[in-house]
């Protein structure tokens, strides 16, 4: 089976600062991989590899069969439709209401539109976020679990078929970060996107993973499920198990 | 002195700078020709720019006018030249004192307010939110955002010039007994096509300016929170000191073409 995203030998540097030192990986249909790695290991730069936010200095990186580097900007565009973000401090736009944030994409890709129309559409992913009656109000007159609920919508809107989640429970309390992977799991099922999840939350990795990668010093450190990686004997796999 | 920066960084970073602005402002153009045109926010970037500003730019300009007759009033009588006020003082408002004076207190509140909003949006990852997103941020912020401020200007100067008129009306009709009628044919009278062309074209090139620091200020923003703070400044602070540049290189070219 071809992999949705396929990744070889990727190296990352900032000046002096190595950052992904031939890091590898395959993510398949339907499935949810969890990247895992201590703070500053290269985990949101390889996300932001991946949409090219970032250019790669070197290495393989497909998604959905295209090279990613090199590629013209409207084939990127297209591909970028196929693939959601979410971002780590949600990234809504602070002078839209909801109803614009879930609109702004899908008016600049009318190809994307149902027969349901605009207006059903953003009805009917708000419900599956369940903040359908936030439809009218600005993004700071909502709480931070609600923010990252809503830019988990407006990443849904344009149907992906990847989700690239960053730190999809951070900051936020354990409770709101428990509704927030429940609700992973539930879009998961619903809009049948596979995803690829970067966290240091070992809860959210353990409930939504169906494989882990442990990225260390810019590398595969240890691949595996999350039950075989709990098992480990590795120092530095074991200690994100404490 | 150690940490301190060898000049010849800083002339790199200064040519660097200067390349990285005249890279933004080729994009600029070119993406202002190339279809899908963002309509529905360049209207609303001129309501945002031009609405927020009317109260602050018609105040000033009503000040700038009373000001400038009560101050030059006592000289012209003194010469006994009371009668060319109107015509001294629509000229000089008309040809330099309104667009410039209109246009820095644009730079202060359009360009900051630019630099400042985009800023916080690349900070937050607004920007980075667009472009995932399959959409062309610098389309939709930046395109609207210059084009908006060059279109914008001009209007905003035209009406200061004219409540800058009333206001010099005012003080001419209370102490030197003028009619509004015969204030006005006064200064249209010895107004010609070399004092409104040259005055109304160069404050697009002000609109144009602003509208392009603010934006490549923000755009480029970096280093969270101090960095937006910074943006909104410099962008100011360039966009001021470019508008009297452009003052100058306006005033040049027009004597060419008007014989000044």
Known sequence: MEPLIEIKDLYKSFGENRVLNGFKLGLYEGENLVIVGKSGSGKSVLLKCIVRLLEADSGTLKVLGQPIPGLDQYTLDQIRTEVGFLFQGSALYDSMTVRENLEFPLRRHPEKINSQGVET?????????????????????????????????????????????????????????????????KVQKEYQASALIITHDMDCARVISNRMIILFDGQNHAEGTYSELSRSSDPVVQAFFK | MPGAPFPGNQLKEYFRQTGEVWLFTVRFFREAIRRPFEWRELLHQCYTIGNKSLFLVGMTGFIMGLVLTLQTRPTMEEFGAVAYMPSMVGISIIREIGPVITALICAGKIGSSIGAELGSMKVTEQIAAMEVSGTNPFKFLVVTRILAATLMVPLLVIMSDTISLFGSFLVEHFKGEVSFRLFFNQIFRNLTFGDLIPATVKTFFFGFAIGLVGCFKGYYSREGTAGVGRAANSAVVIASMLLFVIDFIAVLVADIFYDL
């Open chain 1, 121 to 185: 559409m953003v009805l009917n992913t708000l419900r599956s976020v369940g903040l359908a009656h936030t439809i009218d109000l600005m993004p700071e007159e909502l709480s931070g679990g609600m923010q990252r609920r809503i830019a988990l919508a407006r990443t849904l809107i344009l149907q992906p078929r990847i989700i690239l989640y960053d730190e999809p429970t951070s900051g936020l309390d354990p409770i709101t970060s428990k509704e927030i992977i429940e609700l992973m799991l």
